[in-house]
């Protein structure tokens, strides 16, 4: 009966593993196979071992906007957490129990990447984004948020931002509320206060939390493409362009398929170095 079992659930798991080995597995296979040829949209082109990647670690270009990406990530994921920490404290601390104002909150994080990018081009623009306006009407001149290098990425973490900071706020509430009250009971009756419950009891039990959802954020941020593509297309110049928009231009745009594949596994393996360093970082920090 177990062997017969055991089959049936084999039989029923045997789509979704098909359906993960195309969607997932071949792609990279098949990007990693690519990185090491001379490869166009029209054809494969001839072995060249790893020139793409050489390439790639003397490509100036490459590196200004892996700069441009940290720059992004680290911008957006720090403040994310911040705010989302915040807010989940303050729904925690005030038991906020309406679940309209908890809907309202997540909104954001529902709404597809499409419509983000372009509703904030619109808000945006120079001289009919409502922001301007906003900001005239309290006597602040206009910012020219998507054609000021400067302001631009600023402009994008602003965007992330808005649209992520409700992910890191479930989570830590969800943590919050799944702390057993009577430790912060006896706390407050051995004279702790709010900040010291906070940093002393709080911090230390959601740290496994946290280490997800920043790092679960910063992957997400790390890949980001479609607001960066709709909202500033990387400009202006190469002010805004990550490194997912600059391999996107060297595959579709200048069609160097094996190159674009191979700057596609060097951000792989970046990401799958800084989750190594993250584990190890986490077991340090919880001994």
């Known amino acids: 009966m177990r062997s017969r079992e055991r089959s049936f659930f ?26 090491l040829h001379d490869a166009s949209l029209s054809q494969m082109g001839k072995f060249i071992g790893l020139g793409n990647y050489i390439k790639a670690f003397m490509d100036k270009s490459f590196y200004i906007s892996l700069r441009v990406t940290f720059l992004f990530v680290i911008g957006a994921v720090t403040l994310e957490l911040i705010l989302g920490i915040l807010i989940a404290v303050l729904l925690h601390a005030a038991q906020f129990k ?74 830590i509430y969800a943590g919050l509320e799944s702390i057993p009250q009577d430790i912060y009971e006896a706390s407050a009756i051995d004279g702790a206060g709010g900040f010291t419950r906070f ?21 997400d941020a790390y890949k980001m493409f479609d607001i960066a593509y709709i909202t500033t297309s990387g400009g202006p110049g190469t002010s805004t362009e990550n490194a997912s928009l600059f391999a996107y231009r060297q595959g579709f745009n200048f069609f160097h ?7 596609a596994i060097i951000m792989l393996i970046i990401i799958i170095l800084l989750d190594y360093f993250r584990k190890k970082s986490m077991k340090l920090f919880l001994k």
């Open 10 to 35: 084999l039989v029923f798991l045997l789509p979704a593993v098909l359906a993960l080995l195309i969607v997932t597995i071949f792609p990279i296979i098949y990007g990693l196979y690519a990185s």
């Open 98 to 171: 309406s679940t309209i104002v908890k809907t309202l909150l997540l909104i954001p994080m529902a709404a597809t990447p499409a419509v983000v990018g372009i509703c904030w081009r619109l808000m945006y623009d120079t001289d009919m984004g409502i922001i301007n306006y906003l900001l005239g009407v309290i006597g602040i001149p206009k910012i020219l948020w998507l054609v000021n290098p400067t302001v631009a990425l600023i402009s994008l973490i602003i965007v992330d931002v808005w649209q992520w900071t409700p992910f890191i706020m479930l989570i």
């Open 199 to 219: 940093f002393k009891i709080s911090l230390p039990l959601l740290s496994p939390l946290i280490s997800i959802a920043v790092f679960l954020r910063a992957i």
């Open 257 to 263: 398929t094996g190159y674009a594949s191979a700057l």
